[in-house]
Nanobody
Framework: QVQLVESGGGLVQAGDSLSISCTAS????????VGWFRQAPGKEREFVASISWGGGTTGTTVYADSVKGRFTISRDNAKNTVSLQMNSLKAEDTAVYYC??????????????????????WGQGTQVTVSS
């Protein structure tokens, strides 16, 4: 089991930057591939970004097309966190942002994924609101 807690959400203006973090307890987050998803009111939860486990030589990342070039996912193994740096925010980025950890195990489960069904553990979310 791993417990995930998101933090850092808030209200910003369009064009601003914001960084949100996901902190883990119960397990070392570096042993999991981690993803960020978001859900806007009345919409399905959608993929934002994912990063492979922290034990490899490089952290492979995957991004949704809508955030590519604006958002950066990274991990800090010493702090047991994964962060999402969001730049050039737009009104359409407004949503509750959730971090999630993939089902543990070897092989492909160590790598970044855009599919919700491959994530076992979820945080409770943090609200990001971008005013235009």
């Amino acid at each position: 089991q791993v417990q995930l807690v998101e933090s850092g959400g808030g209200l910003v203006q369009a064009g601003d930057s914001l960084s949100i973090s996901c902190t883990a307890s119960g397990r070392t987050l570096s042993t999991f591939a981690v993803g960020w998803f978001r859900q806007a009111p009345g919409k399905e939860r959608e993929f934002v970004a994912s990063i492979s486990w922290g034990g490899g030589t490089t952290g492979t990342t995957v991004y949704a097309d809508s955030v590519k070039g604006r958002f950066t996912i990274s991990r800090d193994n010493a702090k047991n966190t994964v962060s999402l740096q969001m730049n050039s925010l737009k009104a359409e980025d407004t949503a509750v942002y959730y971090c999630a950890a993939r089902w543990p195990g070897g092989g492909s489960s160590l790598y970044a994924s855009r599919f919700k069904s491959e994530y076992a553990f979820w945080g409770q979310g943090t609200q990001v609101t971008v005013s235009s």
